[in-house]
Structures are given as C-alpha cells and as structure tokens.
T-cell receptor, first 117, second 110 residues
C-alpha cells in the first residue's frame, strides 16, 4: 500500500474487555514497530518485529499485552482485560532499513485511539 | 538510559518569523535522529532524518542540525506560516527503538 494503515481508527471498550488493533505496514517493509502515546507525551516503544519474529518486546507493559505478525506483514496488537490506564493512541510504524542502521527511517500510521471506560 | 528533552514545550510566534526548536539527548550513541510533525488527532509525519555521521539535513524551509558530542539537535523553520502550526517531536534511534521527546507545540499567528 501507499502508507501504513491502522484499523480501527477509534475503539471504545469497557474495562475488562479484550481488544485487537491491526496494522498494515508499507508493502515490502520487513521491520514493524508498535508505540503507545498518552496525551501530551511522546510515543513510547512497545515492540519491534523483524519479519515474523518479535525481535524485542521489552516495551510491553505487562502480560496483558501481546502482538503477532504471523506472515511477516500485517500485525495485530492484542490487549486482554483492558484497564482504564490502557487508554492511549497506539501507533504502528514500518521501515525497510536494517534496524540499528543509521538510515532506518520509520514511517507511521495514523494510529488507533483506544478509550477504556 | 537514553532520555530526550525538548524545549520549549510550547511556542507562539507571528507569521513570517524564523524560529528554532531544540532537542537534547543524554546518550550520544545513536544511529540517527528524526524530526516529526504531529497535527491534532492525526498521525506522525516524518520531516527530516539525520544519520549519526551527518551534521545537518535540509528540506524546503526546514533545516535540522545534529551535534552528537553535545547531545543536541535543532530544527530551524524559516519564514514560518500558519500551516506550520503543529506539535514537533524529535526522536533518537538507539538500537532501533525510537526514544521520544514530549514535543514542542508550535502556534504561528497570522
């Protein structure tokens, strides 16, 4: 596709429910990243995929959060037993560079705004 | 642990002025530094990427500089326009994770 797309754009759920957020990266990009942005702050790293595998999931806040990328393209971020503190904008990015290289430009999707009531 | 700070947090200037946004980081071992623009309720738009070996990058009215040794980057915007109003974020690539500042909210008054 022309850019990174994310669905849904907005998600409202109740405390304790399960949610899935989807990311479609730029076609051919091997690296995919998830970030979370709370109001008035910069994004925070959650997880990074290289191909199908999670190369680094150290940013996931706890075991309620999980992400997959089974075919090395689309990724899904899954949140179990949602809490009000999970409310944020979840951003996805992709890149075609080698992670850790000096020209690894990340391109971002529009984000999914998650609100947990 | 890498930390990124942006000063000022907010800035309001009249249209036509040149301005500078500042970004500082604590660990000079970075691969690159990116400047982004974020409009309210919208995603992030990459403006400039400066590789660790570079000193500056230019795109149109934007010029970004990087001084790794002092842990500083600046974003210079020439001849500001109302359409430049947005939040500007800098992020450093420290081993593929982007570490972000909190942003500078810029308002250009017509």
């Amino acid at each position: 596709g022309a850019g990174v797309s994310q669905t849904p754009s907005n998600k409202v759920t109740e405390k304790g429910k399960y949610v899935e957020l989807r990311c479609d990266p730029i076609s051919g990009h091997t690296a995919l990243y998830w970030y979370r942005q709370s109001l008035g702050q910069g994004p925070e790293f959650l997880i990074y995929f290289q191909g199908t595998g999670a190369a680094d999931d150290s940013g996931l806040p706890n075991d309620r959060f999980f992400a997959v990328r089974p075919e090395g393209s689309v990724s899904t971020l899954k949140i179990q037993r949602t809490e009000r503190g999970d409310s944020a904008v979840y951003l996805c990015a992709s890149s075609d560079g080698v992670a850790g290289g000096s020209y690894n430009e990340q391109f971002f999707g529009p984000g999914t705004r998650l609100t947990v009531l | 642990k890498q930390e990124v700070t942006q000063i000022p947090a907010a800035l309001s200037v009249p249209e036509g002025e040149n301005l500078v946004l500042n970004c500082s980081f604590t660990d000079s071992a970075i691969y690159n530094l990116q400047w982004f623009r974020q409009d309210p309720g919208k995603g992030l738009t990459s403006l400039l990427l400066i590789q660790s070996s570079q000193r500056e990058q230019t795109s149109g009215r934007l010029n970004a500089s990087l001084d790794k040794s002092s842990g500083r980057s600046t974003l210079y915007i020439a001849a500001s326009q109302p359409g430049d109003s947005a939040t500007y974020l800098c992020a450093v690539d420290s081993n593929y994770q982007l570490i972000w500042g909190a942003g500078t909210k810029l308002i250009i008054k017509p």
